[in-house]
């Protein structure tokens, strides 16, 4: 059974920074793209960013320029750099397994919270 877990979330100001880590197991990490979303109360989950296991990275409009997300195939982790984070970045993140193999996968882990406020 695919296991995803993620850590790293909690209380920020505004303007600072977190990063959140997705350590994957019982699945071929390294052949897997792998996403991040978020979802904060009373809207739809959208998707933050996305990597390839070429480590081609896309993003969403929101966060182009502040969010960064990398890999470690050596440790089965995938994270997101969040920098100069914002009030409305607030919600619970996602770490998602998009394709293992070429094959289109969805597994979810049970997301991590992020809060930014003074």
């Known amino acids: 059974q695919v296991q995803l877990v993620e850590s790293g979330g909690g209380l920020v100001q505004p303007g600072g920074s977190l990063r959140l880590s997705c350590a994957a197991s019982r699945f071929t990490f390294s052949r897997s793209a792998m996403s991040w979303h978020r979802q904060a109360p009373g809207n739809r989950r959208e998707l933050v960013a996305a990597?390839?296991?070429?480590?081609?990275?896309t993003y969403g409009d929101s966060v182009k320029g502040r969010f960064t997300i990398s890999r470690d195939n050596a440790k089965n982790t995938v994270y997101l750099q969040m920098n100069s984070l914002k009030p409305e970045d607030t919600a619970v993140y996602y770490c998602?397994?998009?394709?293992?193999?070429?094959?289109?996968?969805?597994?979810w882990g049970q997301g991590t919270q992020v809060t930014v406020s003074s």
């Open positions: 990597i390839s296991t070429s480590a081609i990275t």
């Open positions: 998602h397994v998009d394709t293992i193999s070429g094959l289109r996968r969805d597994y």
